[in-house]
């Protein structure tokens, strides 16, 4: 003989039993699956990553030409990097210096874009430059000589695109 606490526990176990089989509801699920979907396709459209480091404020244009997968040198104020490797420092670039050998050398790795790169056509062979915009443009051009001596045929400067075109006599400072 059980006592009435005890049949009304056992009610209360039985009633919890029976509706433990219930069904889950998907629908609100695919609905956030859907919209996460949707999220990423809009805002993952359209877009190169390069690699970026904090140092480097680079300058900003109006091109809609997008980038392409290519070796990436980055200049700092007081380095040259060649993808992510130091290979020289800024002070050892010279205006009337038209090569830098170290940068030279690393360009010239023949893993350095990979096999494909290799064996391209110089002239089809790519490098990317990412400059701080505050560095004088002699440092630049002779980084950009290096890279033509490299046999790479295309050498892009990496900028931020902007929406509008700067009014003629209006020049942001640096």
């Known amino acids: ?19 433990g089989a219930e069904q889950l509801n998907l629908i609100p699920l695919i609905d956030i699956l859907s919209t996460l979907v949707a999220f ?9 990553v390069i690699q970026n480091s904090k140092g480097i404020p680079i300058p ?15 200049v700092t104020r007081e380095d ?5 490797e ?19 050398q690393a360009l010239r790795r023949p893993l350095l874009a990979g096999r494909d790169s290799v064996q391209a056509d110089p002239a089809n062979r790519e490098v990317t430059i990412m400059a701080d915009k505050a560095l004088p443009y002699e440092v630049i051009k002779s980084i950009m000589n290096t890279c033509t001596d490299a046999d790479y045929g295309k050498v892009s400067l990496a ?12 020049v942001a400072g640096a």
Not at 40 to 48: G, M, P
Request: proline share 6%; hydrophobic share 45%.
């Open 159 to 170: 900028v931020l695109q902007k929406d509008q075109p700067v009014p003629a006599g209006q």
């Open 1 to 19: 003989m059980m006592s009435s606490r005890a049949r009304r526990m056992a009610a209360h176990h039985e009633r919890h039993r029976a509706g």
């Open 60 to 74: 900003q244009s109006i091109s809609r030409d997008l980038p392409h997968h290519s070796v990436v040198v980055m």
């Open 80 to 84: 040259v990097f060649v993808q992510g």
């Open 40 to 48: 990423l396709l809009v805002y993952s459209t359209d877009v190169e």
């Open 86 to 104: 130091r290979v020289a420092a800024v002070a050892d670039v010279r205006p009337s210096q038209r090569d830098l050998m170290p940068l030279l």
